[in-house]
C-alpha cells in the first residue's frame, strides 16, 4: 500500500509530495525501502516526463554540462547501455544519425534506441573491439562506460567487479579513441583504484573524479572522466 505526507500538490520535484510505502505480506523491507525511493526520486519522475528510458540519463547530463564532452557531429561508444538512456542523451548530444553517430552495445540484450547502432556485445570476447571497430567505422571522440556488475552484497567483491569492467571499457577506448579523445567511466569506490588511475594517467592527458548531481549521495559510486587520449 502507498500513502502521501507532506503538503501541498505542487507539480515540481521540490514540491512534490513524499511517498511513504507499506510493508506489504511477502515483501521483504529492503524492496519496500527500494520502492519507497524509487517513487520519491525527483530524477525518476523527470525521466519518465522527459521520455528517457532510466534516471540514469540525468547523470550524464550532468556530466554534459559541466565537461561539454558531446559535440554535435561527435562518434560515440556507449558501454553497458542498457536500458539506453545514456544512448538517448548522446544521441540528442550530438545529433546523431544525421551529424554524429552513436554505437552502444550491452551484454544484455535491450531495445534499440532511434539515432543509435544498438547491438549485444560481450566485451570478454576474443573479437569484441573489433565487432565495435566495425561498428563504429573509424576513431571515436569519446566512449562511455556506464557497466555494472550484478550485485553480490560483498563489498570489496563488488569493488573488484567494478574495476574489472573499469579495465575493459579502458582497453576499448585505447584500441578505438582518436587522438584527443575522451573517456567516461563508472566506478565504484573500495580502495583498488590506484592501478586504473595509473593506466589512465599513462593515456589521458587529464584525469578527475566526479559524482554528478543525479548519482545518489549514498552510493559508492563514482564517474572518471579522462580527457585529452595521447593516442
Known amino acids: 500500500m502507498i500513502a502521501k505526507t507532506g503538503r501541498g500538490g505542487g507539480g515540481t520535484a521540490g514540491s512534490r509530495q513524499a511517498v ?3 510493508t506489504a505480506r511477502g515483501r521483504k523491507l529492503s524492496s519496500t525501502r527500494w520502492l519507497q525511493r ?14 528517457y528510458r532510466s534516471r540514469a540519463a540525468f547523470k550524464l547530463i550532468g556530466l554534459y554540462d559541466r565537461f561539454r564532452l558531446l559535440r554535435p557531429g561527435a562518434v560515440v561508444v556507449d558501454l553497458g ?6 544512448t ?24 534499440p534506441v532511434p539515432g ?20 563504429v567505422g573509424g576513431p571515436a571522440d569519446v566512449v562511455l562506460s556506464d557497466m555494472a556488475a550484478p550485485a553480490t552484497g560483498h563489498r570489496q567483491t563488488d569493488h573488484l567487479r567494478s574495476m574489472a569492467l573499469c579495465e575493459a571499457a579502458v582497453e576499448v577506448a585505447s584500441a578505438l579513441l582518436r587522438t584527443g579523445g575522451a573517456l567516461v567511466v563508472k566506478a565504484l569506490q573500495g580502495g583498488a583504484e590506484g592501478e586504473l588511475l595509473a593506466a589512465l594517467r599513462r593515456r589521458f592527458a587529464t584525469v578527475r573524479h566526479v ?19 595521447r593516442g
Not at 39 to 49: H, S
Not at 81 to 86: T, V
Not at 88 to 111: K, L, S, T
Not at 116 to 135: K, M, P
Open 81 to 86: 547501455a542498457a536500458p539506453g538512456g545514456w
Open 88 to 111: 538517448q542523451v548522446a544521441v540528442e548530444r550530438v545529433q546523431a544519425p544525421a551529424r554524429g553517430r552513436v554505437v552502444a552495445v550491452d551484454i544484455a540484450a535491450f531495445e
Open 211 to 229: 559524482k554528478p548531481p543525479a548519482s545518489r549521495s549514498e552510493s559508492r559510486e563514482t564517474y572518471i572522466v579522462a580527457t585529452g587520449f
Open 20 to 22: 511513504r510505502v507499506r
Open 116 to 135: 543509435a547502432v544498438c547491438a549485444t556485445l560481450d566485451l570478454r570476447d576474443a573479437d569484441a573491439v573489433e565487432a565495435l571497430r566495425a561498428r
Open 38 to 51: 524509487q517513487l520519491n526520486d525527483p530524477y525518476v519522475a523527470e525521466a519518465r516526463a522527459s521520455g
